[in-house]
């Protein structure tokens, strides 16, 4: 080793820059694990979650009892759910929901298709867990909780509608409690919970109530069953767009609104 080399390797400037340089790094991964990785993880969780505690609710449903069980069962787990990890993600764990989130300024554009994956993945994950747990002739008479309220063509119109209003509702929750800075609440989970509840009891033997593609996702592909199935994409997607347009123009307070401002 040269005598310059060896100077410029104990000169304290070299080692306060090379302790800099890993200081840098290390801020960037942490900033990228909590910013990016940190966020998807609890999407994909959450929904397995959610999916996997739908899927059993509707499999294992006792005769007699109806909607009862699965839009308590729904709704309960969402709001659990969106309470213990929607500081971390925003909650969504549904594609519609993250749709809605972004046209309002509560999700990057960046981040929509990696949250889209994450939740579709999760949604995967929950139906193959329930299927698992599940006896092959309860899955079987059940469809695998893979939506088939919808048989007929004549009943495509209703479902698609339904679909479209509850979904309504459940972004407006969700987006009015948890981004709009007016109308934010501590009680987001319980008001999205109940949400998922009401809209379950409301148009469950019209369109099953779904409101969520990830939900129908993992159920379908588990029981491979694709019958209309386009309409729990159709009905939620179309209903986020249309809350961001309310929320942006109308609702929104005056940091989210595009227009009627205060000069």
Known sequence: MSAEAAVDLCDPEFDSGKVKEQSMVCRCCVYCHVKFVQPCLVELLGSAFFV???CLSVIHNEMGTGLLGPALAHGMALGLIVAMLGNISGGHFNPAVSLAAMLTGGLSLMMLLPY?????????????LAKEVSSKERFQNTSGAAFVTVQEPGQVMRAVVMEFI??????LTVCMSTINQRTKSPLAPFAIGCAVTVAILTGGTISGACMNPAR???P??????WKFHWIYWAGPLLASLLVGV?????????NTRLILKYQ
């Open 166 to 171: 509850l979904t309504t509702l459940l972004c």
């Open 116 to 128: 889209w994956f994450s939740q579709l993945c999760g949604g995967l994950i929950g139906a193959v």
């Open 216 to 218: 129908a996702f993992g």
């Open 52 to 54: 996997f505690i739908g």
């Open 220 to 225: 379908a592909i588990m029981a491979n069953h």
């Open 246 to 254: 309310l929320i942006r123009l109308f609702l929104g307070d005056e």
